[in-house]
């Protein structure tokens, strides 16, 4: 299962990045948003189940959802936005808001960063 991934994230990494160089614009919304937030919560629910029992797998995913997160941003728009949690409470009206792929992406990235520091991870790797 974890081959499978990883193929499946090398080939949708190249297509994206082809899409960007071609059309020279953002990622296209339309497009990827709601396949890429079902896509990094599927690949990073494999991580915690053990779909990738090498280090260097795990260690693609948080690569993968690292340049997803750069292609969302490649207009700045990810930095204009305000922090889904004070979102409730501001005052200021006019702020944007994450996406819900790019809010997924970040969650799901944070949840690869956590796995890298659980002990049996750590283990694997001082054992080699």
């Known amino acids: 299962m974890g081959l499978c991934l990883t193929r499946l994230m090398n080939f949708l990494e190249r297509r994206l990045l082809r899409d960007v160089e071609e059309d ?18 599927m690949i990073v629910d494999r991580v915690y ?23 969302t941003n490649k207009d700045g728009r990810i930095e204009e936005t305000i922090p889904t949690g004070k979102g409730l409470f501001s005052i200021g009206r006019g702020s944007k808001q994450l996406d819900t792929y790019i809010h997924a992406l970040f969650k799901n990235t944070n949840r690869t960063i956590l796995y890298c520091f659980l002990p049996p991870f750590l283990a694997y790797g001082l054992a080699e």
Do not use: C, H, R
């Open 24 to 41: 020279e614009k953002k990622l296209d919304k339309t497009k990827w948003s709601l396949n890429l937030d079902a896509l990094s919560w």
């Open 49 to 71: 189940i053990g779909a990738f029992p090498q280090p260097a797998g795990v260690l693609k995913t948080l690569e993968f959802l690292l340049s997803m997160l750069q292609l």
